[in-house]
Nanobody, 123 residues
Framework: VQLQASGGGLVQAGGSLRLSCAAS????????MAWFRQAPGKEREIVAA????????YYSDSVKGRFTISRDNAENTVFLQMNSLKPEDTAVYYC?????????????????WGQGTLVTVSS
């Protein structure tokens, strides 16, 4: 399985970006997926996660109400809509997939990782 993340870039505070993560190799329609991020000098942290059925989602407290995770199982793609961006959202964002239908919040629970896409929010 290969995950290809895209959509990062430079945006001013208060702006929006939409990240995409396309999976290839096999369908991930039965796998939970998530977005993590890692800022310079910090550990990788979960941002949002979604079950394969899309009926359940998880958001970290720092992004709740501003970010939305979604997926298109037919297209084998997961999205992260990021609104009201803040400078502290600056990080490399990674998409990840687990072998389970249910998501976890730890990076060790994910088996497949994308290459990361850089999001920079200027103040």
């Amino acid at each position: 399985v290969q995950l290809q993340a895209s959509g990062g870039g430079l945006v001013q505070a208060g702006g929006s970006l939409r990240l995409s993560c396309a999976a290839s190799g096999r369908t991930l329609s039965r796998n939970a997926m998530a977005w993590f991020r890692q800022a310079p000098g910090k550990e990788r942290e979960i941002v949002a996660a979604i079950t394969w059925s899309t009926k359940s989602t998880y958001y970290s407290d720092s992004v709740k109400g501003r970010f939305t995770i979604s997926r298109d199982n037919a297209e084998n793609t997961v999205f992260l809509q990021m609104n009201s961006l803040k400078p502290e959202d600056t990080a490399v964002y990674y998409c990840a997939a687990t072998s389970s239908a249910w998501y976890g919040v730890l990076s060790s629970e994910y088996d497949y990782w994308g290459q990361g896409t850089l999001v920079t929010v200027s103040s």
